[in-house]
Each structure stands twice: as structure tokens, then as C-alpha cells.
């Protein structure tokens, strides 16, 4: 399978911990995003990277998230003292910014249960 | 601001029928706009894009077309499947050309 993937699936965890979730964009795309989704809406954008780079933060993003791509390649978000609030799917995509194409190409999701 | 707005919640569709699904978007400076199918339990998965200087674009039994006049966008699924049932989202790219701002979708539903 050389689409989009992401790890774990599902977590549930109680209010105040904290939770880590991978996302492992398609090979050679330089461009991977985040984005969180709660029941009935669409995808929110939360932040992207561009290799290694972390150039553009949602303020949906507060001070307890955090995400990195130390090697521009998967990318791991962090959710620190998690609320109930935070209970969600959590969508990462990439993109291949190079070839005139913007397409970005969702993984499966991990969904985060927040009791 | 920025908006992408969708005009049904549910769209309930015989098999075989034609489908359309229409999507508004606010910010007339959009020039690229992608439809998303979203099964239950799985990500969004790419069916086709269209960009501004475009007013039609056809895919595998799905067409897109872009009114700019009006800032509308719509899909069409001919014979329609049971497999064709999901929801879907238009969704426009903003901020330089960065991020996805996605509607709220609207779930097709296929009878038999």
C-alpha cells in the first residue's frame, strides 16, 4: 500500500493525558498536513510542512499541540493534557508540490476518544 | 471571508440515477477546487479537481463544473452505484495555495 497512512486508528484516553499519533505521508511527497474533523463537519486545517519545515499553524492549534517531521519524511502530532474537546478525527495528508499539482491525498484517520 | 458552503445536507438518489451535488464558495480570488467522497470510518479520497480557468472537467463517470459568476461549483455522478453512497465535500484551497477549506458535505444516499 503506497497511499497514506497513519497510527494509531483509534485511541481512547482519559482527560489530562497525553497522546502521540504518526502519520506517514506517500513516498517522495514534500508537502504533508494535518487536519482535525468532528462528527458531521468537514476536514479543519491545523498545519502543514514543507520537508522539514513547519510553515503554517492553524489558531486552532493551541499550545498543546505539537508536530513534527525531523526528517521530512512521517510526522507525529502531539496532543499534551488532552481535553474533552479534543475528541476527533485527526486527518494527515500529503502533496507533491513540484509538478503544477495541489492534490493532497488523505490518510485513514486516527480517531482520538477523550472520556 | 473565506467560506465553502454547501446547499443539501442529504441527497437521496435511485440506483442509476443521475447525481448533482452543489457546493457555494465566497472568496472569489479561488482558483482551484477539489471534490472529496468520505466513506464511514475512512479519510477523504480525492475524486476530481477543477481550476479557475476551467468551467468543466470529466472524470470516470463524474463531471465537475465551475460557475465563476456566481461562485458555484457542482458534481455529477452519472448511474449512480450503492457504492457511489458517502459523503462528499467540496473543498477550496486558500492561504497561497497551503491548506484545504472544506464545507460541511453532503451525504448521498443510493436506493435500491
Known amino acids: 500500500d503506497t497511499g497514506v497512512s497513519q497510527d494509531p486508528r483509534h485511541k481512547i484516553t482519559k482527560r489530562g493525558q497525553n497522546v502521540t499519533f504518526r502519520c506517514d505521508p506517500i513516498s517522495e511527497h514534500n508537502r504533508l498536513y494535518w487536519y482535525r474533523q468532528t462528527l458531521g463537519q468537514g476536514p479543519e486545517f491545523l498545519t502543514y510542512?514543507?520537508?522539514?519545515?513547519?510553515?503554517?499553524k492553524s489558531r486552532l492549534l493551541s499550545d498543546r499541540f505539537s508536530a513534527e517531521r525531523p526528517k521530512g519524511s512521517f510526522s507525529t502530532l502531539e496532543i499534551q493534557r488532552t481535553e474533552q474537546g479534543d475528541s476527533a478525527m485527526y486527518l494527515c495528508a500529503s502533496s507533491f508540490d513540484g509538478r503544477g499539482s495541489d492534490t493532497q491525498y488523505f490518510g485513514p484517520g486516527t480517531r482520538l476518544t477523550v472520556l | 471571508g473565506e467560506s465553502v458552503g454547501l446547499h443539501l445536507p442529504t441527497l437521496s438518489v435511485q440506483e442509476g440515477d443521475n447525481s448533482i451535488i452543489n457546493c457555494a464558495y465566497s472568496n472569489s480570488a479561488s482558483d482551484y477546487f477539489i471534490w472529496y467522497k468520505q466513506e464511514s470510518g475512512k479519510g477523504p479520497q480525492f475524486i476530481i479537481d477543477?481550476?479557475?480557468?476551467?468551467d468543466k472537467r470529466q472524470g470516470q463517470r463524474v463531471t465537475v463544473l465551475l460557475n465563476k459568476t456566481v461562485k458555484h461549483l457542482s458534481l455529477q455522478i452519472a448511474a449512480t452505484q450503492p457504492g457511489d453512497s458517502a459523503v462528499y465535500f467540496c473543498a477550496e484551497l486558500t492561504g497561497g495555495g497551503n491548506k484545504l477549506t472544506f464545507g460541511t458535505g453532503t451525504q448521498l444516499k443510493v436506493e435500491l
Open positions: 510542512f514543507q520537508n522539514e519545515a513547519q510553515l503554517e
Open positions: 477543477i481550476r479557475s480557468n476551467m
